[in-house]
């Protein structure tokens, strides 16, 4: 069975300032591992997805994340955050094989300060 | 491609009434899931369909629970009985590989 640990339930930081959201998982298989992102009241949108390659992920609206096999690690990061990226962040793992289903973390809540 | 779309979006219901949800997913997504969402949690693993072959089951889907996927296109998820605990976020999700699921903007439900 797989595992996802997202240490930080929330991260304040200031506008322009650098970002990186924490995720640890945990699985006896091969995964995929994908980050997600919530508005309030909507649905979950993709950031950016490791299904193999390179371990330097480059996603939707400046997020970038790295994949350590080592230290079972999917680290979210952003240069510079927006006002705009204020929301809720899921990491996600699924096996690499069967149903594909999602385990989801338990989120962090990014709120940027003007 | 609309995207997945969900109906309706909230639903207040009381206790002991059925509810019924419905997800339409994107056209030719053969693959479909249902999550459950908690607040402050992440969302959980409810049940999955390939085209309209239920293929899994969470222990989290009680006997409560009824999902179907008829003629392998839109998706029902069913709650008999509601009880309060059930009062959550459900969204539905679609794909057509791995490459990503798309998901619908969920129906909230509450039971008072």
């Known amino acids: 069975a797989q595992s996802v640990t997202q240490l930080d339930s929330q991260v304040p930081v200031f506008e322009e300032a650098p970002v990186e959201l924490r995720c640890n998982y945990s699985s006896s298989v091969s995964v995929y591992l994908f980050w997600y992102v919530q508005y309030p009241n909507q649905g979950l949108q993709l950031l950016l997805k490791?299904?193999?390659?390179?371990?330097l992920v480059k996603g939707i609206n400046g997020f970038e994340a790295e994949f350590n096999k080592s230290q079972t690690s999917f680290h979210l990061r952003k240069p510079s955050v927006h006002i705009s990226d204020t929301a809720e962040y899921f990491c996600?793992?699924?096996?690499?094989?069967?149903?594909?289903?999602?385990?989801f973390g338990t989120g962090t809540r990014l709120k940027v300060l003007a | 491609d609309t995207g997945v779309s969900q109906n309706p979006r909230h639903k207040i219901t009381k206790r002991g009434q059925n509810v019924t949800f419905r997800c339409d997913p994107i056209?030719?997504?053969?693959?479909l899931y249902w999550y459950r969402q908690t607040l402050g949690q992440g969302p959980e693993f409810l049940t999955y369909?390939?085209?309209?072959?239920?293929?899994?089951k969470s222990r989290l889907l009680s006997d409560r629970f009824s999902a179907e996927r008829p003629k392998g296109s839109f998706s029902t998820l069913e709650i008999q009985r509601t009880e309060q605990g059930d009062s959550a976020m459900y969204l539905c999700?679609?794909?057509?590989?791995?490459?990503?699921?798309?998901f619908g903007q969920g129906t909230r439900l509450t039971v008072v």
């Open positions: 999700a679609s794909s057509r590989d791995i490459i990503e699921a798309f």
């Open positions: 056209s030719e997504h053969n693959r």
């Open positions: 996600a793992v699924s096996e690499s094989s069967g149903t594909y289903k999602y385990i």
């Open positions: 369909f390939q085209n309209e072959a239920q293929l899994e």
């Open positions: 490791y299904l193999s390659g390179s371990t």
